[in-house]
């Protein structure tokens, strides 16, 4: 089966413009989360949700959202960009249902450079 | 919160040989470790995971082991090929990774020399 896809994979934009990205789970994983991954600081956790609930998220300034649809889709959303946001945003998919939610399956990421 | 170590950053062995990536955490509470591959261009996926129940888990040529009493678990891949090649990153969560995130290691890039 299809597995996580992210849209777009790549993306210019300038400081103080905002961003969406988008990512589709693998069908019938109902939860979506999101990582941030740059040279420096690595990978890092920014929110994940199910069932359209944000229910963690990580240590990120507000200027970071996303939201979930009833199809499980998800889109994140960077507002006022700065140039330390370039970086490879990681979309990751799994069954959910519980906070144990098993195997995280990753999508190839959009690459966001900010100028 | 939790903050995990992994060392070296860099390893460059000859094929055939073995390789062992080491990690440490430091919240006790952490319960799932999981070990994933990323290949040039593409998204980490998981190679192997084990739970705090439980002190080594193997998969053919991947084992990991796990020391809940000094917070540490290691990767050991045996009988390395070209295709092993790639950056590994560890990780450490609560649970299951879902909703209480994964804390990841800086990765280490492992190199199989033919």
């Known amino acids: 089966k299809a597995g996580v896809t992210q849209t777009p994979r790549y993306l210019i934009k300038t400081r103080g413009q905002q961003v969406t990205l988008s990512c589709s789970p693998i069908s019938g994983h109902r939860s979506v989360s999101w990582y941030q991954q740059t040279p420096g600081q690595g990978l890092q956790f920014l929110f994940e949700y199910f069932s359209e609930t944000q229910r963690n998220k990580g240590n990120f300034p507000g200027r970071f959202s996303g939201r979930q649809f009833s199809n499980s889709r998800s889109e994140m959303n960077v507002s006022t960009l700065e140039l330390g946001d370039s970086a490879l945003y990681l979309c990751?998919?799994?069954?959910?249902?519980?906070?144990?939610?098993?195997?995280?399956?990753f999508g190839e990421g959009s690459r966001l450079t900010v100028l | 919160g939790e903050n995990v170590e992994q060392h070296p950053s860099t390893l460059s062995v000859q094929e055939g040989d073995s390789a062992v990536i080491k990690c440490t955490y430091s919240d006790s509470a952490s319960n799932y470790f999981p070990w994933y591959k990323q290949e040039l261009g593409k998204g980490p996926q998981l190679i192997i995971d084990?739970?705090?129940?439980?002190g080594e888990k193997k998969d053919q040529r991947i084992a990991v082991t796990l020391n809940k009493t000094a917070k540490h678990f290691s990767l050991h891949i045996t009988e390395t090929q070209p295709e092993d090649s790639a950056v590994y990153f560890c990780a450490a969560s609560l649970s299951g990774g879902g909703a209480d995130g994964l804390t990841f290691g800086k990765g280490t890039h492992l190199i199989i020399q033919p």
């Open positions: 990751a998919s799994s069954l959910g249902g519980t906070s144990s939610a098993g195997e995280l399956f």
């Open positions: 084990i739970r705090s129940n439980v």
